[in-house]
C-alpha cells in the first residue's frame, strides 16, 4: 500500500499464439517457464496484487494454471481488444493504479520499476513510463492511474489503440500528465523474448546469473555483458 492507501495493481498481459516465437512464454528456463520468471521477479516490485490477464480461448488454459500454481490472480477477457481486458481486470480488482508488464520480459528489473511507480506517487502523474531510448528493451514499465485507463477505454477507437493498452494515453500528452524516466546511461539492448536467438540470449544470461531465491538486476547483467560483450551478437540484428 502507498501512504495515501491507494491499490496498486500489477497487471502481466500474457497469450500463448505469439506469431514471431509461438508459445514463448511457456518456454523453459531452468526448468521453468518464462512466464514464471517474470511472475517471481514481479512479486519483488511494489504492489498489493498482482493479475496474469490473458484471454477466454482454450488455447491459454496454460497461463491461467502457471498464475494458480505461482499463487496469484488470472482474468481473462477478450483476445485482441487488451485495453478491455486491461481495464475490467482493474475495474474487477478495484485498482487505483495499474502498473503494466508484458509475460515476454524475464530479466524485468523490479528495483527499476519501483522507480516508475515512486515517480508516479510522488509527482501525482497519470502515466509514468521507462524510457525505450535509454533503457534496454525488456524492462518497459508503464504505471498509470484507473482514471486514465477508464478514459483511453472510452475514447481509444483505432485498432493499434485498443491492442497496445497506453497508446491512446502517450499518444495524447494534452490530456494527461505524463512523465518519461530516462537511464542515466543509454543501453541500447534486446533483453526481451521475441524471437527464438531472444530466448537463447535470456538463457545465457540466467545460466550466468539465476540463483534460486535471489532475484538478479539491470547491473549484474550489464557486468556479465562486459565480461562477455559476444553475447549481444546472439539477438542484435532484431534491433
Known amino acids: ?25 511457456l518456454a523453459r528456463i531452468k526448468g521453468k517457464p518464462i512466464l514464471w520468471h517474470v511472475i517471481n ?5 511494489k504492489h498489493d496484487k498482482i493479475i496474469i490477464a490473458t484471454t477466454n480461448r482454450k488455447i491459454d488454459n496454460k497461463i491461467a494454471e502457471i498464475a494458480k500454481n505461482s499463487n ?16 475490467q ?26 522507480k516508475i511507480i515512486a515517480k508516479f506517487f510522488a509527482g501525482k ?3 509514468v513510463t521507462t524510457d525505450d531510448k535509454t533503457y534496454p528493451k525488456g524492462l518497459d514499465t508503464e504505471c498509470f492511474n484507473f482514471r486514465s485507463l477508464k478514459k483511453a477505454w472510452k475514447n481509444a477507437k483505432q485498432k493499434s489503440e485498443r491492442e497496445h493498452v497506453t497508446s491512446y494515453i502517450w499518444k495524447n500528452p494534452d490530456k494527461f500528465k505524463i512523465s518519461i524516466i530516462r537511464n542515466t546511461k543509454r543501453i541500447k539492448q534486446r533483453w526481451v523474448v521475441d524471437y527464438k536467438d531472444d530466448f537463447i ?25 562486459r565480461k562477455e560483450p559476444h553475447l549481444l551478437m546472439i539477438n542484435h540484428h532484431h534491433n
Request: hydrophobic share 40%; aromatic share 12%; proline share 3%.
Open 89 to 114: 481486470a482493474a475495474k474487477n480488482y478495484k485498482a487505483d493504479a495499474i502498473v503494466r508488464i508484458t509475460a515476454d520480459c524475464p530479466l524485468i528489473d523490479p528495483f527499476e520499476s519501483n
Open 125 to 127: 502523474y497519470d502515466y
Open 41 to 45: 521477479r514481479v512479486k519483488q516490485m
Open 1 to 25: 500500500m502507498t501512504k495515501n492507501n491507494e491499490k496498486i495493481l500489477i497487471i502481466i498481459q500474457a497469450r500463448t499464439d505469439s506469431r514471431r516465437f509461438p508459445k514463448k512464454v
Open 201 to 225: 540470449f535470456v538463457k545465457k544470461i540466467y545460466n550466468q546469473l539465476y540463483k534460486s531465491g535471489e532475484t538478479f538486476l539491470m547491473t549484474d547483467i550489464l557486468r556479465v555483458i
Open 72 to 87: 496469484v490472480k488470472c482474468f481473462r477477457g477478450k483476445t485482441n481488444d487488451v485495453l478491455d481486458r486491461f481495464f
